[in-house]
Nanobody, 123 residues
Framework: VQLQASGGGLVQAGGPLRLSCAAS????????MGWFRQAPGKEREFVAG????????YYADSVKGRFTISRDDARNTVPLQMNSLKPEDTDVYYC?????????????????WGQGTLVTVSS
């Protein structure tokens, strides 16, 4: 599976931004999907995850109520809608896929990673 993240950019605090993760390759298999973020010198941090069926979602406490993860299997994309952005949301965001039905919340649970997309939130 190849993943391509896009949608990053510069946004003012309080504004919205929508990231997208496009999957290609063996997308017919069952994959849980996740979004992570990482700042320079820090560990990669879980942001949101969604199960293969889309019936289960998990969010980091820091983004709960502001971010929404979904999946469009017809287009093989996993959007991350980010609202009410804060300067502390500034990071490089990565999407990831893990074989199986469940959601993972740790980076080591994911086998496939896209390149990052930079989100910068100005105050």
């Amino acid at each position: 599976v190849q993943l391509q993240a896009s949608g990053g950019g510069l946004v003012q605090a309080g504004g919205p931004l929508r990231l997208s993760c496009a999957a290609s390759g063996r997308t017919s298999s069952s994959y849980g999907m996740g979004w992570f973020r990482q700042a320079p010198g820090k560990e990669r941090e879980f942001v949101a995850g969604i199960s293969w069926s889309g019936s289960t979602t998990y969010y980091a406490d820091s983004v709960k109520g502001r971010f929404t993860i979904s999946r469009d299997d017809a287009r093989n994309t996993v959007p991350l809608q980010m609202n009410s952005l804060k300067p502390e949301d500034t990071d490089v965001y990565y999407c990831a896929a893990r074989p199986g039905l469940r959601v993972g919340v740790r980076p080591d649970e994911y086998d496939y990673w896209g390149q990052g997309t930079l989100v910068t939130v100005s105050s």
